[in-house]
């Protein structure tokens, strides 16, 4: 199947295109307490909450979503039991070896973002062949937080900037918001204008914690298993009632 005769998803009538979030951010969460509840081990709501990715990444793109970024592991996610560590690993990679023909199919252009050089060389190696091999792709910019962690980021920017000021190569007072941007990780891609959080929490846990700084945010109670088009669609009407105003009047 090729991208041009994949049937695309409408969008709902009571969306309005023009007003659609242009960077949509999730942190996908619930996924233990999905499988436990179904007396299952929590690997396996993992691996349902891939499925759940891929047919939000596609209905993204179906209704002209310039950006996903998800949060698939946290700088903390290294605390919890080593099966599950290696498990989620390997389901990354496997995925992605699995997902590459379709998403050069789909025109996704693939990032991953977060300390990349801590996880298996293997992971690494499928995690470069990916964004190599879709970085010419001019569709849905699909960003992955991988070993992420909001406040590594700015410090690493911190360092990176201090290391050129110490360089001579930038003065002190050079040092602006656009600057900062430029050594985060996720340089050109833009702040997300909405953050869904599934199973319930509030709080950004870490997560994006400059870019957020106006994004909008919405928790939902249902699990990221359970998250589906209708949830999605909810979402984007909660984000359209809105007002956005970044401090103004
Ligand atoms: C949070 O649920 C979920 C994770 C830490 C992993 C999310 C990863 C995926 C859905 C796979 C994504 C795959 C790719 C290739 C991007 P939890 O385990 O914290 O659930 P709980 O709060 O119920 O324990």
Redesign the pocket.
Known sequence: MTANSVVLQDLPADLQRECLPRHVAVI???????AKRRGMP?IM??RR??DV?KNLLRLCRDWSIEALT?Y??STE?WGRPSEEVEF?MT??ER??RKELQEMMQEDVRIRFVGNLSALPRSLQAEIERSMEETANNQGIQFT?ATNYGGRQEIIQACRAIADKVQQGLIQPDQIDEALFEHHLYTVGIGDPDLLIRT?GEMRLSNFLLWQMAYGEIYVTDT??PDFDRNEFHRALCAYQQRERRFGKL
């Open positions: 996908m969460d619930g996924n233990g307490r999905w929590r709501g993992h909450g891939v990715l998800v698939a592991f996610n989620l389901l990354f995925v992605l992955v199973s699990l990221w």
